[in-house]
């Protein structure tokens, strides 16, 4: 079963900055890229950041170039987002998604629940 759990989310104020990770099992997390999307309140899907399978190709919506990166470690089967700089419109849900294949923008198929980030002075 595959299973994406998300975590390290949390209130942070302006310009301050958070680590979230994805813990993936029940798949090779090593041959798939990896996504981040956010959702923030009343709005829709926002593509965020992506990873290819081995981690040498990475991603960014404008939104976060700069401020965000990105990174996996295949021997721990985890999925990371650094957010520095973070702004009151980084306040989303945030949720790791597995690609169908080891490039990104391929499709997902698998959601992890989500983490929270609260982004307010």
């Known amino acids: 079963e595959v299973q994406l759990v998300e975590s390290g989310g949390g209130l942070v104020q302006p310009g301050g900055s958070l680590r979230l990770s994805c813990a993936a099992s029940g798949f090779t997390f090593s041959i798939y890229a990896m996504t981040w999307v956010r959702q923030a309140p009343g709005k829709g899907l926002e593509w965020v950041s992506g990873t290819s399978s081995g981690g040498g190709i990475t991603s960014y919506a404008d939104s976060v170039k700069g401020r965000f990166t990105i990174s996996r470690d295949n021997a721990e089967n985890t999925l990371h987002l650094q957010m520095n700089s973070l702004k009151a419109e980084d306040t989303a849900g945030y949720y790791c998604?597995?690609?169908?294949?080891?490039?990104?923008?391929?499709?997902?198929?698998?959601w992890g629940q989500g983490t929270r980030v609260t982004v307010t002075s």
């Open positions: 998604a597995k690609e169908l294949a080891p490039i990104v923008h391929g499709g997902v198929d698998y």
